[in-house]
């Protein structure tokens, strides 16, 4: 494959703009969908732990299968992945339509359409730098804005089309509106031009770093697989032999010397094709087993680094305990008796709009050279526990709105977060250190709101669950701010380096 150079601008703003909006039509139903929580909760009167699974899983799994999504991309292209998965999430919400209980919204809209947020997601970011170089911090941030917008107007439109539609309504025509992702995968026209041939497998191999490889005995290696297959033909030949008796002796003579020239030359050719593929197959194995080896060295490294390990912590907890307002904080105000007449707009609405500003405005604060990016992370994850702590005292429709504008805005640190992980591991180790933290981070927004609604079911109020959640965000901004002071570095630079060991000998006199 023939790789184009970046345009930084061009059609690359046309990718932008289908990115942006394949990001508002996937994620502003799963972002939004504490407005369908409240009615999945009415219609099938499970527990409130039990049916927040369906949102968590629509968050979650995206980033839990982040490492598959990357090979799908790497394998097919941005475009057919993401016309495949305007498929999946357009099917998976009409499908939610039909669901007769909580469990067959776990497959269609948590399984289903977070699978295909998750594809759609890492195609969208994948050909975006791709045609951006230069200016590719601004181009991710402006496609990072779509599910922002999406979840501010999602909460509005889906509680609207319930209104007049009802909940199997809404759904249809939620997955209807998805069905514009076909059109946005459409314009993905691809950086790359395929003009080379494919090459065979013996260039291939050649064309295999060294330092990949165990063995590099190449013509012994097919000399001893020629030698077992001659063994093998000699054997054969020998039994061959030993059934030969009576009348059979003039006919095997005869086929002998008939056939003594196809049997020179076909088994030889035969013999040698099947050492080399065999070779092959030894060599492929060895190689991809090295590179295995030296992936599970680099992890272990990266795990090694201490502000990487509390980093992952860090992130795990705050999906804990930061993503269960996005999804249950309606449901919040319903529990505190605040009236739908003072609801000016809808709580998620006002959480989609202020993450979008944080977005943007974190990401401006990054780029100052006087800033610390992960003290400025930290302070994010401090301020959102203390913000979580004080949903519980919040009982009036103007006090959560404005808790909501809070978390929101704190809640778009993620648009740092990759400038936290390449300050902790450096730009060549990023892509691996970023892959294992979103894991971690799917695995916490998959367990975050399904845990907060045990709490509720189990005390039958919000405030210990709201509270268990702030702690886990300030246990986490506190385990990464401690390992991150300065003086863990002046202590290592300060350590004295141990002398070496010297003996000194003397030789014994004969007097």
Same mark, same amino acid.
């Given at each position: 494959?023939?790789?184009?150079?970046?345009?930084?601008?061009?059609?690359?703003?046309?990718?932008?703009?289908?990115?942006?909006?394949?990001? +508002?039509?996937?994620?502003?139903?799963?972002?939004?969908?504490?407005?369908?929580?409240?009615?999945?909760?009415?219609? +099938?009167?499970?527990?409130?732990?039990?049916?927040?699974?369906?949102?968590?899983?629509?968050?979650?799994?995206?980033?839990?299968?982040?490492?598959?999504?990357?090979?799908?991309?790497?394998?097919?292209?941005?475009?057919?992945?993401?016309?495949?998965?305007?498929?999946?999430?357009?099917?998976?919400?009409?499908?939610?339509?039909?669901?007769?209980?909580?469990?067959?919204?776990?497959?269609?809209?948590?399984?289903?359409?977070?699978?295909?947020?998750?594809?759609? !997601?890492?195609?969208?970011?994948?050909? &975006?730098?791709?045609? +951006?170089?230069?200016?590719?911090?601004?181009?991710?941030?402006?496609?990072?804005?779509?599910?922002?917008?999406? #979840?501010?107007?999602?909460?509005?439109?889906?509680?609207?089309?319930?209104? *007049?539609?009802?909940?199997?309504?809404?759904?249809?025509?939620?997955?209807? #509106?998805?069905?514009?992702?076909?059109?946005?995968?459409?314009?993905?026209?691809?950086?790359?031009?395929?003009?080379?041939?494919?090459? %065979?497998?013996?260039?291939?191999?050649?064309?295999?770093?060294?330092?990949?490889?165990?063995?590099?005995?190449?013509?012994?290696?097919?000399?001893?697989?020629?030698?077992?297959? %001659?063994?093998?033909?000699?054997?054969?030949?020998?039994?061959?032999?030993?059934? &030969?008796?009576?009348?059979?002796?003039?006919?095997?003579?005869?086929?002998?010397?008939?056939?003594?020239?196809?049997?020179?030359?076909?088994?030889?050719? !035969?013999?040698?094709?099947?050492?080399?593929?065999?070779?092959?197959?030894?060599? *492929?194995?060895?190689?991809?087993?090295?590179?295995?080896?030296?992936?599970?060295?680099?992890?272990?490294?990266?795990?090694?680094?201490?502000? @990487?390990?509390?980093? *992952?912590?860090?992130? @795990?907890?705050? %999906?804990?305990?930061?993503?269960?307002?996005?999804?249950?904080?309606?449901?919040?105000?319903?529990?505190?008796?605040?009236?739908?007449?003072?609801?000016?707009?809808?709580?998620?609405?006002?959480?989609?709009?202020?993450?979008?500003?944080?977005?943007? #405005?974190?990401?401006?604060?990054?780029? =100052?050279?006087?800033?610390?990016?992960?003290?400025?992370?930290?302070?994010?994850?401090?301020?959102?526990?203390?913000?979580?702590?004080?949903?519980?005292?919040?009982?009036?429709?103007?006090?959560?709105?404005?808790?909501?504008?809070?978390?929101?805005?704190?809640?778009?640190?993620?648009?740092?977060?990759?400038?936290?992980? &390449?300050?902790?591991?450096?730009?060549?180790?990023?892509?691996?250190?970023?892959?294992?933290?979103? =894991?971690?981070?799917?695995?916490?927004?998959?367990?975050?709101?399904?845990?907060?609604?045990?709490? !509720?079911?189990?005390?039958?109020? !919000?405030?210990?669950? +709201?509270?268990?959640?702030? @702690?886990?965000?300030? #246990?986490?901004?506190?385990?990464?701010?401690?390992?991150?002071?300065?003086?863990?570095?002046?202590?290592?630079?300060?350590?004295?380096?141990?002398?070496?060991?010297?003996?000194?000998?003397?030789?014994?006199?004969?007097?």
């Amino acid at each position: 494959m023939e790789f184009k150079k970046s345009p930084d601008g061009g059609w690359g703003w046309v990718i932008v703009a289908v990115s942006f909006f394949t990001q +508002f039509l996937c994620y502003g139903s799963p972002l939004a969908v504490g407005v369908l929580y409240v009615e999945w909760l009415d219609a +099938f009167g499970e527990g409130k732990g039990k049916t927040a699974w369906v949102g968590s899983l629509a968050s979650g799994v995206g980033l839990l299968a982040s490492p598959v999504c990357s090979v799908c991309v790497s394998s097919f292209g941005a475009r057919p992945v993401t016309i495949f998965s305007g498929f999946m999430v357009a099917g998976g919400l009409m499908l939610s339509s039909f669901a007769p209980n909580i469990y067959f919204l776990f497959f269609s809209y948590g399984i289903v359409v977070g699978l295909g947020c998750g594809l759609l !997601y890492t195609a969208t970011v994948t050909i &975006t730098c791709q045609y +951006f170089d230069s200016r590719r911090g601004l181009a991710l941030g402006l496609i990072s804005t779509g599910s922002s917008v999406g #979840l501010f107007i999602y909460a509005a439109l889906q509680r609207m089309l319930i209104e *007049f539609y009802g909940l199997d309504g809404c759904l249809l025509i939620v997955g209807a #509106l998805a069905l514009n992702i076909l059109a946005c995968g459409s314009l993905m026209r691809p950086l790359q031009t395929s003009s080379c041939p494919l090459p %065979d497998k013996t260039a291939a191999m050649e064309n295999i770093p060294d330092k990949y490889s165990i063995y590099n005995e190449k013509e012994k290696n097919l000399e001893e697989n020629i030698n077992i297959l %001659d063994k093998n033909y000699s054997s054969e030949e020998k039994c061959k032999n030993t059934l &030969t008796n009576g009348d059979w002796k003039q006919e095997i003579l005869f086929y002998k010397t008939s056939s003594s020239m196809a049997h020179t030359k076909e088994p030889e050719t !035969y013999k040698k094709k099947v050492a080399e593929q065999t070779y092959f197959c030894k060599q *492929f194995a060895k190689r991809k087993w090295q590179l295995y080896k030296v992936y599970c060295g680099e992890t272990v490294s990266l795990f090694k680094n201490k502000v @990487f390990a509390a980093l *992952f912590i860090a992130i @795990f907890l705050f %999906d804990i305990g930061g993503f269960p307002p996005s999804l249950l904080m309606e449901d919040v105000a319903r529990s505190s008796n605040v009236k739908e007449e003072e609801f000016v707009m809808p709580l998620i609405s006002i959480l989609g709009i202020m993450t979008a500003v944080g977005k943007l #405005l974190l990401g401006i604060l990054a780029d =100052f050279k006087w800033i610390n990016t992960l003290y400025l992370y930290v302070a994010t994850l401090i301020m959102m526990g203390l913000a979580l702590c004080a949903i519980p005292f919040a009982k009036s429709y103007v006090t959560l709105a404005v808790l909501s504008g809070i978390m929101g805005f704190l809640t778009g640190n993620w648009s740092i977060f990759p400038y936290v992980t &390449t300050k902790t591991v450096g730009i060549e180790k990023l892509a691996h250190a970023y892959g294992i933290l979103m =894991f971690f981070a799917g695995l916490g927004n998959s367990l975050g709101p399904p845990i907060v609604g045990w709490f !509720y079911d189990w005390t039958q109020t !919000y405030d210990i669950a +709201f509270y268990f959640s702030g @702690f886990c965000v300030l #246990l986490g901004g506190f385990i990464l701010l401690l390992t991150s002071l300065p003086c863990w570095a002046t202590c290592n630079k300060q350590l004295p380096k141990p002398s070496p060991t010297t003996f000194l000998y003397k030789v014994a006199s004969n007097v």
